[in-house]
């Protein structure tokens, strides 16, 4: 599974990197692109939540084969309506995109759980995790290849070959054998449900999603606008911020094992926090020579940290919720995250049209980041009374 899902990360990737700087090469402006990456986001949001509900007590393989189909095949289609000015069913394609990488993010963390013990659970979601790393690797030398040797392709060829690349995907799920079912009563099992439970377990990953969408997705427009960074430097620095989150994810169950989920999450999460300022402040020192190396250096110590905390935060709160609740979880997950992306890029649309700096919008990002911090610092505290409580009993 976790091999399928490294090749459909790879489009994810590719696309993260230079779709939007291909779109505003193409004459898009910030707002609209903005306004395209939100319709991905409010598709996860109205399908995560009924899908996590439906996968509880089914195989999930099938679901898995869907989405390894269906997200290169949308991608492919995405761009072709590009490159023939099709902009009337951009919308769509988004939307059928985030349906399709939706049938893969809901499942794989409840896929994981049901086939992992206990022991090997930290090493599964931490891997889990690395395939957005590796295949933002291998997608940024791609590009960086296609530029320095195919120099008359543009991001849209790049694009389109890296997205046939995602169907060796489907190869490996062929070869899954095992896929544990939890049985289930029949029917809707709405009570069934620790509703309490379940939302103190994302009230923080809440907060923290609304400040990441006003930013994550618009980073390399950052540097574009700022720094006149094209696709091919800025696969570069994303591709070496993904080496070192994969490296960071992988050292996430020993650095787990040593400092605990309070003081690993919350000390990752803090320094990441004050590097995304840094980083938001070089936009007013464009003119000094050392701006654009600091706001790489910055984005290179934000970028691995704020996702080294991700493997953890994601046991944490599977674990904190119990195993009865982990479908529903992760479904929750998934739509909060594309829903906050959703109204996050809706409202960077906004700003970005009324002419407010990148610095401003990565700025309330940090302030929202810093209350998230504070709210899983004080989930922590409360799994930790709660699980010795279990041991008393």
């Given amino acids: 599974m976790i091999k399928a899902e490294f090749f459909v990360q790879l489009i994810g990737a590719s696309f993260f990197l ?87 993010q809901v499942s794989s963390l409840p896929y994981i759980m049901r086939n992992t013990t206990i022991e090997n659970q930290s090493h599964a979601i931490s891997l889990n995790y690395a395939t957005h790393s590796f295949g933002t690797i291998l997608s940024g030398i791609i590009i960086f290849l296609f530029a320095q040797f195919m120099k008359e392709m543009d991001e849209g060829i790049i694009l ?13 799920l062929l070869k899954i054998k095992v896929d ?19 939302l103190k377990a994302i009230i923080p990953t809440i907060i923290i999603a609304i400040g990441a969408g006003l930013t994550i997705p618009f980073i390399n427009l950052f540097f574009f606008h700022n720094f006149q960074i094209e696709s091919s430097g800025f696969a570069i620095i994303g591709g070496f911020s993904s080496v070192l989150v994969a490296v960071l994810a992988l050292m996430v169950p020993n650095i787990k094992n040593k400092l605990g989920f309070k003081k690993g999450i919350t000390y990752t999460q803090t320094i990441a926090v004050l590097a995304l300022v840094a980083l938001a402040t070089t936009e007013f020192l464009v003119n000094y020579w050392w701006a654009f190396p600091l706001a790489v250096l910055c984005f290179w110590i934000r970028t691995p940290l704020m996702n080294m905390a991700a493997p953890m935060t994601s046991e944490l709160t599977m674990n904190y919720v119990g195993k009865k609740n982990q479908e529903m979880l992760s479904a929750i997950m998934a739509a909060i995250w594309s829903g906050s992306w959703f109204f996050s890029s809706q409202i960077f649309r906004f700003l970005k049209s009324e002419g407010l700096p990148y610095a ?21 505290l409360d799994y930790e009374k709660r699980k010795l409580k279990m041991i008393k009993i």
Wanted: hydrophobic share 60%; glycine share 8%.
């Fill in 360 to 380: 401003y919008i990565f700025y309330i990002t940090a302030v929202l980041y810093g209350f998230g911090v504070f709210m899983y610092y004080l989930l922590i």
């Fill in 160 to 172: 389109l070959f890296i997205s046939f690349l995602g169907f060796f995907g489907i190869y490996y």
């Fill in 18 to 104: 230079i779709l939007n700087i291909y779109l505003s090469k193409q004459g898009f402006s910030d707002p609209e692109i903005a306004n395209f990456i939100s319709y991905r986001f409010l598709a996860v949001m109205l399908l995560a939540f009924p899908l996590g509900f439906y996968i509880k007590g089914k195989p999930l393989k099938p679901f898995f084969i869907l989405g390894s189909l269906g997200v290169p095949l949308v991608a492919i289609s995405l761009i072709l309506a590009v490159q023939n000015s099709f902009f009337h069913y951009l919308p769509f394609l988004f939307i059928l995109w985030g349906v399709v990488f939706t049938l893969f």
């Fill in 180 to 198: 544990l079912v939890i049985p289930i009563k029949k029917g809707l099992q709405w009570k069934s449900y620790d509703w309490y439970l379940l």
